[in-house]
């Protein structure tokens, strides 16, 4: 069964790039968050270890 486009009108070039650079945005954003998520659990991570080196 064929896919019928149910879209009530299609997206010019301008608002496809528009739409584009958001998503790129939030992929960004999302990205950070990530990152700085991933920092902190290796800050935790690395004076859990400092602490059992001194034990």
Known sequence: MATE???IRSY??????E???????ELLENISQSKEKY???LIE???????DEEI
Request: no cysteine; hydrophobic share 30%; aromatic share 0%.
């Open 39 to 41: 920092r902190k659990k």
């Open 12 to 17: 010019d070039d301008e608002e496809k790039e």
């Open 45 to 51: 991570l690395d004076i859990q270890l400092q602490k």
């Open 19 to 25: 739409l584009l650079l958001l998503h790129s945005a």
């Open 5 to 7: 486009n149910t879209n």
